[in-house]
């Protein structure tokens, strides 16, 4: 069974940095992509960033991009989110999310149906 553990979420100022660790378990983490995605209140899932299963590639969404970078480190199982220059609209409970089907691409719908595991999420709060 595949598992997904988020941590690093907080409270911040604008204009503050986080950065967001997922650690996977229940599977070999290589050869899957990785997927960032949050939900603010009264508003539906959004997709953040992705990275590749071969981490050769990132795709953010343009009210990131600039700000956030997504890596992954495959020896610790583990994919990464930096926020930086954090704004209020940033404000959410962030999810990491991958695949079933290995060595599949990173395509995500907005609301990131695509995607098959998720973690239980973690907060991140910025205040102005």
């Known amino acids: 069974q595949v598992q997904l553990v988020e941590s690093g979420g907080g409270l911040v100022q604008a204009g503050g940095s986080l950065r967001l660790s997922c650690a996977a378990s229940g599977r070999t983490f290589s050869g899957y992509p990785m997927g960032w995605f949050r939900q603010a209140p009264g508003k539906e899932r959004e997709f953040v960033t992705a990275?590749?299963?071969?981490?050769?590639?990132?795709y953010y969404a343009d009210s990131v991009k600039g700000r956030f970078t997504i890596s992954r480190d495959n020896a610790k199982n583990t994919v990464y989110l930096q926020m930086n220059s954090l704004k209020p609209e940033d404000t959410a409970v962030y999810y990491c999310a991958t695949k079933a089907q290995y060595r599949s691409d990173w395509y995500s719908s907005p609301t990131g149906s695509e995607y098959d595991y998720w973690g239980q999420g973690t907060q991140v709060t910025v205040s102005s």
């Open positions: 990275i590749s299963w071969s981490g050769s590639s990132a």
